[in-house]
């Protein structure tokens, strides 16, 4: 009996159509600033700075691969969310997107708050001082040590997500003498990503409960008779790097009809309703992200619109931004160690990195962007595919990129927009030690996450 081939060789080693390219660049040496982090230029000598740093001594001094994060920007950005939706809103940055004690610390000066879904993060954020009040847990599985850690701690908000877990917070709380505050994940039947959206059968996931079929309108039910719990409103979400507001408004209507049914069946109206996150950022020069003032903008005139419609007062709105903030922040920063041209295909650019920093083109197909940076160069561009060290033909970086013809080995390049989930999901495949997260600012540059050392590797191999 024949056998099929494993399906990462023809995915990953596809010999694609003549045209595939779009044209290269009129300039390889220009840095699109809705990419690029916000203090990034392109200095006299035609090297990179970042915070007023040449990325030649970044590399010097730190290493590559290492993800370099401008903080000015990070800063920048978590304000104009929080002057975005002022007072009357909260902003919770999600930290799955890139967390650390450093970063905990930037959100609590810079008045955001801060969402987790593991013992993990919430441990980080406890550690670097953010006032528990100021926390939100999330999480689909949560056990029933992180629960407890989580209304110990005091946590502001827990999110339920599943009939189970109303029992095990409320017996959590009970046990702990706390009436913990809740909100209820739905389900609304949106699913968005980027442009598109479809608002039918996105129930078939393991997120949330349902509006359909009424296990949302359930689990409210079991909340409220529950003294333990609190419940303070819903919780919605509708998918990830989205550009478009249609969806919102969707969830937003079906979100407010569940409100107005709450009233009308327990005479309750619930003072909160978190919209989730998701806000999308530009990968590449074809992306168009949305501000943080158009966002709120546009979210409460949405929200407004369906209460007043549904005679509901207007409740508190949430939303959860992350890669929105931390993705441009960062770039990685790579030493090219081979060029291997194929005539009439392309030339593979191989870096000291891959997979193991970035799985997000081999998980989801991502598109990146990505530079020469230790110098400038007049070469005519060649077509290329940046590509890591690890012993798979779907370690990509970079699908489909120009770079200078002339590029060579010992070259710098960067890679934008790295700050969101690369870090997070980074992984030690292949024994690779992970990178270091550099902080710079102000012509000052520090290690907030270290790189991790062989040491670091052998210490938890107990033999």
């Known amino acids: 009996m024949s056998r099929s081939a494993h399906p990462a060789g023809p995915r990953h080693a596809d010999v694609l159509p003549e045209g595939h390219y779009q044209a290269p660049p009129a300039d390889l040496n220009a840095l699109d600033p809705n990419v690029w982090s916000r203090t990034v230029a392109r200095g006299a000598d035609g090297a990179v700075t970042v915070g007023g740093l040449d990325v030649r001594g970044l590399a010097e001094e730190f290493g590559t691969p290492a993800y370099v994060l401008d903080e000015a920007d990070f800063r920048a950005r978590a304000r104009a969310w929080r002057e975005a939706f002022g ?7 999600a930290g799955k997107a ?20 593991t013992g993990g993060e919430l441990a980080t954020a406890l550690s670097a001082g953010m006032p528990a009040e100021r926390i939100a847990m999330h999480g689909n599985n949560k056990s029933v040590a992180e629960i407890e850690r989580a209304v110990s701690a005091g946590v502001g908000r827990i999110v ?13 709380a009970e046990r702990l003498g706390v009436r913990q505050k809740v909100q ?9 990503h980027t442009h598109e959206f479809i608002a039918t059968a996105h ?3 393991k997120f949330g409960l349902a509006l359909a079929g009424g296990q949302a309108a359930e689990a409210v039910r079991r909340a409220l008779r529950l003294e333990w719990l609190e419940l303070t409103g819903i919780h919605s979400h509708i998918g990830s790097q989205i550009f478009d507001m249609a969806g919102f408004e969707v969830a937003a209507r079906r979100v407010v009809s569940l409100l107005a049914d709450i009233r009308d069946e327990h005479g309750v109206e619930l003072p909160e309703i978190d919209l989730g996150g998701g806000l999308g950022i530009a990968y590449t020069s074809d992306d168009d992200p949305r501000e943080p003032h158009e966002i709120a903008k546009s979210l ?16 508190r709105l949430s939303v959860e931004p992350g890669r929105a903030i931390a993705g441009p922040t960062t ?37 990146y962007s990505v530079a020469l940076v230790s110098r400038a160069s007049a070469a005519e561009p060649m077509a290329a595919r940046v590509v890591g060290k690890h012993c798979e033909s779907g370690d990509i970086v970079v699908r489909d990129a120009y770079l200078p013809s002339d590029l060579a080995p010992g070259d710098l390049i960067a890679v934008p927009a790295t700050g969101a989930y690369c870090r997070s999901m980074a992984s030690n495949y292949n024994h690779v030690l992970r990178p270091p997260v550099v902080a710079v600012a102000d012509g000052r540059a520090r ?3 270290r790189r991790e050392t062989e040491e670091d590797l052998l210490r938890l191999d107990v033999g």
């Not at 392309?346 to 989801?364: E, P």
Request: glycine share 8%.
């Open 203 to 205: 129930e078939d996931q």
């Open 331 to 367: 770039f990685t920063l790579y030493e090219v160690g081979t060029v291997k041209p194929l005539e009439g295909l392309r030339t593979y650019v191989s870096v000291d990195g891959g997979m193991s920093d970035n799985i997000r083109t081999a998980l989801y197909d991502a598109e």
């Open 160 to 172: 339920i997500d599943s009939f189970q877990e109303i029992a095990r917070v409320a017996h959590v």
């Open 98 to 117: 890139f967390l650390c004690r450093a970063v905990v610390r930037w959100l609590d000066e810079e008045g955001l708050n801060l969402d987790v879904c």
């Open 184 to 192: 209820v994940r739905v389900t609304v039947g949106v699913e968005a």
């Open 87 to 93: 007072p009357g809103a909260d902003v919770f940055y």
């Open 300 to 315: 409460g005139e949405i929200v407004t619109r369906e209460c007043e419609a549904a005679g509901l007062a207007v409740p």
């Open 447 to 449: 290690v907030i996450v």
